[in-house]
């Protein structure tokens, strides 16, 4: 049916990271399901939790919550719903309500989330364990990062006994960890577990994949926090060699890296290649953030230090 194969075509241009295009399509083959169909019928459903999700990553939240909403009025209206699917719209819900910083109503649909997934698939499902770990990114971001400390290290113990290859999502808690005690200023800590996270990735993706030049640019953020500079402005190239393979020269997080790197050459001296990285990422920030987004800003802000 022709709205089934506009939703895969959607599925492509979300995955590539093309949420207008992933959106048009989707509009569309709502359009077409709700008249061959009805609103109520479950293809409907399937395509306003796509669409929903499209719209969550263009920050259209209030209308993406309004799609969560009706589906999951939808699954409540069956005599027998998976509660796996019910489970899976109360954490897209949760990261909405994040999105809109409000963190109390987020925890309360991440905790639903969980309750469902412990009670339905057990504590060493990747799925629970991937809830735990979204609720500890919340606690993050509120600040309170002994609690996420907690529930990162209780994510980690779980995948550690879970049946299965769970080497990626263990490799995730991993590179999260590296990042709260980042924050915490725990750098040593950090590092050991980044480096762990990044080993994993390799072992799981192979040397060229986007998450190991992830792992790359935190080590290389944590090297830098501990004034070895050297060491990581060689993490950030390996970082940047990858996501040119992988995104181009014109990507987001290629100038991230290159942003990262004009850093780390600063503080070593070298101006000159400092600033052809930072203004490198100038015009990727431009042309794909707009001149008012925060990155562009800061590398602005960087290249006007420069003597």
């Known amino acids: 049916m022709l709205h089934k194969v506009l939703q895969r075509q959607a599925a492509q241009q979300r995955d590539a990271e093309n949420y207008f295009q992933a959106q048009q399509l989707l509009e569309e083959a709502l359009?077409?399901?709700?008249?061959?169909l009805g609103r109520h019928h479950g293809d409907t459903a399937h395509i306003l939790y796509d669409l929903a999700i499209v719209l969550k990553h263009q920050r259209q939240l209030d209308q993406a919550l309004d799609y969560f909403k009706e589906v999951l009025q939808f699954l409540h209206n069956q005599s027998n719903p998976d509660h796996r699917v019910v489970a899976a719209v109360y954490g897209m819900m949760a990261d909405v309500f994040s999105k809109k910083a409000d963190y109390a109503a987020a925890q309360h649909y991440f905790e639903k989330a969980f309750d469902i997934q412990r009670r339905e698939l057990g504590d060493y499902h990747e799925d629970t364990i991937a809830t735990l770990l979204r609720l500890a990114r919340l606690r993050e971001g509120e600040g309170d990062y002994d609690d996420a400390i907690k529930k990162f290290s209780q994510a980690l113990w779980s995948v550690e006994r879970a049946e299965g290859d769970n080497r990626w999502l263990k490799a995730t808690i991993h590179e999260d960890l590296a990042a709260c005690l980042r924050k915490m200023k725990l750098f040593e800590q950090a590092f050991e577990h980044i480096t762990e996270a990044k080993d994993l990735y390799e072992e799981v993706f192979g040397s060229e994949h986007s998450s190991v030049a992830s792992a790359f640019n935190i080590g290389g953020s944590i090297s830098a926090?501990?004034?070895?500079?050297?060491?990581?402005?060689?993490?950030?190239?390996?970082?940047?060699?990858?996501?040119?393979?992988?995104?181009?020269?014109?990507?987001?997080?290629?100038?991230?890296?290159?942003?990262?790197?004009?850093?780390?050459?600063?503080?070593?001296?070298?101006?000159?290649?400092?600033?052809?990285?930072?203004?490198?990422?100038?015009?990727?920030?431009?042309?794909?953030?707009?001149?008012?987004?925060?990155?562009?800003?800061t590398v602005r802000q960087q290249i006007a230090q420069l003597p």
């Open 31 to 36: 359009r077409i399901a709700e008249q061959t």
């Open 225 to 297: 926090d501990l004034k070895q500079y050297k060491d990581a402005e060689e993490q950030y190239r390996r970082a940047l060699a990858i996501y040119r393979k992988i995104f181009g020269n014109d990507h987001p997080s290629t100038a991230t890296v290159l942003a990262n790197l004009g850093g780390v050459l600063f503080e070593q001296g070298k101006f000159i290649d400092a600033r052809d990285c930072y203004e490198q990422a100038l015009a990727v920030f431009e042309q794909k953030l707009g001149p008012d987004h925060p990155s562009t800003q």
